[in-house]
C-alpha cells in the first residue's frame, strides 16, 4: 500500500516514517449536532445558512419534506428565519423577528426618538443629522431655513420617505418650496445634507453595520466587526446646482450604484465599489486616523441608538398578538453610517431587513441573457455576520466576530439615557385603564386614572383639571387634527410639558426626572387601592 492509497481510506490517521507508512484508525470524526431550521421568504441563501452553522459546529436540517406536504406547522424547529413580510405560524425555539421593531426603525420615528433625547442630553446624541418629519414639521422646517442666521446660503437638505428603501423617492434640495406635492402627501424625513464627507481616492462612501438585538427585554444588544463599505461611483463634489441631482455622486445606495456603468465590481475586499469594513478601516489607519477612536464612537451611536428605539418597540408590540413566551425573538438590524472629514460618525438611517443575498445580475450586453454571479466580498461579510450571530444565540456567548454593545447590566452613567424606559413604564401601566380596547394609544379616561393616580394635581397645584384636560387635547392634536388619544410619543411630549411647569429652572432632563420620580412614588403609595 503506498502513502497515496492510503491518504484515500475515511478515518484514518496516516503516520509517514523513515521506511514505511504506519496507519493505525483514527478517533470517530465528531458528529455535528443538527438542528431544524425553517427558512422561507427571506434574501438569506440556504447555503450562506448551512456554512455558517457548519462553521459553529452544527448540521443544517432544512426539513424541506415537511414544508412540501403542508406538515410544517407540526415540526418543532430550532430557528425560523423569515422574510420581512410576516411569518406563518410554526413552533420554535429562535425567530429572526422583534415584532414591531420594524416601526421603531422607520425613518420617521428613529428621527423623532433621537432628537427627542438630543433635547434632553445635548451633545449626547449629535450623531442624526438635524432632521424634521414631514408634513408634520414642515412649518418648523421652513422657519429654520428662512430665520435661522446660522443656516449657510449653499446648504442642501435630503428627503427621504419614511418607510422608502433602496434609495427610493430620495433626492436633494435648497428650499423647502422645491418639495413636490407627492411629497407632502406622505409621510417622510428632512434632513441636514452632510456636505463634507470623507472621501476615499475622491469617492463618497458609508458604512453598512450589522447589529444584533439578540433579546429586547432585557435590552441586549452586539455589533459585528465586520460591515460592507457602499462607495458612490461618480467623483464627489459639493452639491450645487449643478449636481445635486446626480444620483451616483450624493447617494451610496447599493441598489442605485450598482446600476452604473462605472460601478467597479471585484473579488479582492480591497478594491472596488463594494468592499469590506476592515479593509477600509485598514486604509483609513495606513493614512494616519485613529480607527479606534472611530469605532469607540460607533459603538456608542449604536447603544445610543438602540435605547431610543427599545421603548417604542415595547409599546408597539400591544398591538400584535402574544408572542409565544417558549420562542426567543432576535432582530439583526442594518445601521447605516456616514464619516465625515473631520472623521465624526452619523447616523443615515436603520434598515430593519437589510439584504443577505450574496449574488448579483450580469446581462449580457448583446443578447441581454441574465447570468446570476456570486459576490466574494457579501459572503465574506455576510457570513461572517450570520456565524457570529447564530454563535452567539446557540453558543449563549458572542465570538471574535461581535463586540458586546449592551446587556443587563448597564454602566452607572449611562442609566440615566434609560428615561425613555421610565417614560414607557408609566405609559403602558395606564394604558390598562384607558377605553381603548385594543391600540398603543392612551385615551381620556386612561389619560384621567394617570392624573388621579400619580396626584398630577398635588405635583403642580396651581393647575387645574380643565387646563389638563386642554393640554390633553392640544397634544392630541398636534400632529393629527383628528385625533383622540395620545401615542407614546404624545404622552412624552406632555410628560415634558408638565416636568417643565413643575421643575423651573432645572434643565429638561433634571425636570422631566423629578417629575417622573414624583409620578411613580405616588403610584407606589396607592398601589394596594390600586391593584397594581
Same mark, same amino acid.
Given at each position: 500500500m503506498t502513502l497515496a492509497d492510503v491518504e484515500e481510506v475515511s478515518e484514518v490517521e496516516v503516520i509517514p516514517t523513515k521506511n514505511a507508512v504506519i496507519v493505525r484508525s483514527a478517533a470517530p470524526a465528531k458528529r455535528k449536532k443538527k438542528v431544524k431550521v425553517y427558512?422561507?421568504?427571506?434574501?438569506?441563501?440556504?447555503?450562506?445558512?448551512?456554512?455558517?452553522?457548519?462553521?459553529?459546529?452544527?448540521?443544517?436540517? *432544512?426539513?424541506? &419534506?415537511?414544508?412540501?406536504?403542508?406538515?410544517?406547522?407540526?415540526?418543532?424547529?430550532?430557528?425560523?428565519w423569515c422574510g420581512c413580510d410576516g411569518e406563518d405560524v410554526v413552533s420554535t425555539r429562535l425567530q429572526n423577528r422583534i415584532p414591531a421593531i420594524k416601526i421603531a426603525c422607520r425613518k420617521g420615528p428613529m428621527c423623532q426618538l433621537v432628537n427627542l433625547m438630543h433635547e434632553l442630553f445635548p451633545g449626547h446624541f449629535s450623531f442624526l443629522p438635524q432632521s424634521w418629519s414631514i408634513p408634520s414639521q414642515y412649518a418648523a422646517f421652513c422657519h429654520h431655513v428662512f430665520t435661522q442666521k446660522h443656516t449657510p446660503k449653499d446648504q442642501y437638505f435630503i428627503l427621504k420617505p419614511d418607510e422608502g428603501s433602496q434609495g427610493d423617492g430620495i433626492y436633494l434640495f435648497r428650499n423647502p418650496m422645491d418639495l413636490t406635492q407627492g411629497t407632502m402627501s406622505r409621510n417622510s424625513v428632512v434632513q441636514r445634507y452632510i456636505g463634507n464627507p470623507l472621501l476615499i481616492d475622491g469617492f463618497k462612501f458609508d458604512f453598512r453595520l450589522y447589529v444584533l438585538v439578540s433579546n429586547l427585554d432585557p435590552l441586549e444588544a452586539y455589533l459585528c466587526n465586520e460591515?460592507?463599505?457602499?462607495?458612490?461611483?461618480?467623483?464627489?463634489?459639493?452639491?450645487?446646482?449643478?449636481?445635486?441631482?446626480?444620483?451616483y455622486m450624493h447617494l451610496t445606495n447599493y441598489s442605485l450604484n450598482k446600476m452604473s456603468k462605472d460601478f467597479v465590481r471585484s473579488e479582492n475586499e480591497n478594491q472596488g465599489s463594494k468592499r469590506t469594513?476592515?479593509?477600509?478601516? &485598514?486604509?483609513l489607519k495606513s493614512k494616519g486616523h485613529d480607527i479606534d477612536k472611530i469605532w469607540k464612537i460607533i459603538k456608542d451611536l449604536v447603544f445610543k441608538?438602540?435605547?431610543?428605539? =427599545?421603548?417604542?418597540?415595547?409599546?408597539?408590540?400591544?398591538?400584535?398578538?402574544?408572542?409565544? =413566551?417558549?420562542?426567543?425573538?432576535?432582530?439583526?438590524?442594518?445601521?447605516?453610517?456616514?464619516?465625515?472629514? &473631520?472623521l465624526n460618525p452619523f447616523l443615515l438611517e436603520i434598515n430593519g431587513f437589510p439584504s443577505m443575498t450574496t449574488?448579483?445580475?450580469?446581462?449580457?450586453?448583446?443578447?441581454?441573457?441574465?447570468?446570476?454571479?456570486?459576490?466574494?466580498?457579501?459572503?465574506?461579510?455576510?457570513?461572517?455576520?450570520?456565524?457570529?450571530?447564530?454563535?452567539?444565540?446557540?453558543?449563549?456567548?458572542?465570538?471574535?466576530?461581535?463586540?458586546?454593545i449592551v446587556g443587563p447590566h448597564i454602566e452607572e452613567d449611562a442609566k440615566r439615557f434609560l428615561i425613555f424606559e421610565d417614560c414607557r413604564k408609566l405609559y403602558t401601566m395606564f394604558l390598562k385603564k384607558s377605553s381603548l380596547r385594543k391600540g398603543?394609544?392612551?385615551?381620556?379616561?386612561?389619560?384621567?386614572?394617570?392624573?388621579?393616580?400619580?396626584?398630577?394635581?398635588?405635583?403642580?397645584p396651581t393647575v387645574t383639571n380643565a387646563e389638563l384636560d386642554l393640554l390633553y387635547i392640544t397634544i392630541c392634536h398636534q400632529h393629527d387634527s383628528t385625533a383622540k388619544s395620545l401615542t407614546f410619543l404624545s404622552f412624552y411630549r406632555l410628560l415634558l410639558t408638565l416636568a417643565v411647569r413643575a421643575v423651573p429652572g432645572a434643565t429638561l432632563y433634571e425636570a422631566l426626572k423629578s417629575f417622573l420620580d414624583q409620578c411613580f412614588n405616588n403610584v407606589?403609595?396607592?398601589?394596594?387601592? *390600586?391593584?397594581f
Open positions: 427558512l422561507t421568504r427571506s434574501s438569506l441563501p440556504s447555503q450562506l445558512l448551512k456554512d455558517s452553522f457548519s462553521e459553529i459546529g452544527y448540521k443544517v436540517d *432544512l426539513n424541506e &419534506a415537511s414544508y412540501l406536504l403542508g406538515l410544517h406547522s407540526k415540526v418543532k424547529y430550532d430557528l425560523i460591515g460592507l463599505v457602499r462607495f458612490c461611483t461618480q467623483q464627489y463634489e459639493s452639491p450645487s446646482s449643478k449636481n445635486y441631482y446626480k444620483t469594513l476592515t479593509s477600509v478601516m &485598514a486604509l441608538t438602540l435605547i431610543c428605539i =427599545a421603548p417604542l418597540t415595547k409599546v408597539e408590540q400591544l398591538n400584535l398578538e402574544k408572542c409565544s =413566551a417558549e420562542t426567543q425573538h432576535f432582530h439583526l438590524l442594518g445601521f447605516d453610517v456616514l464619516l465625515d472629514e &473631520a449574488d448579483y445580475e450580469v446581462v449580457d450586453e448583446v443578447s441581454s441573457a441574465k447570468t446570476t454571479v456570486t459576490s466574494p466580498v457579501d459572503v465574506l461579510v455576510k457570513k461572517e455576520a450570520l456565524k457570529g450571530a447564530l454563535h452567539i444565540l446557540f453558543k449563549r456567548r458572542a465570538d471574535e466576530s461581535y463586540c458586546k398603543s394609544m392612551l385615551g381620556s379616561s386612561g389619560f384621567r386614572s394617570f392624573v388621579r393616580t400619580c396626584r398630577v394635581l398635588d405635583i403642580l407606589t403609595n396607592n398601589k394596594q387601592k *390600586l391593584g
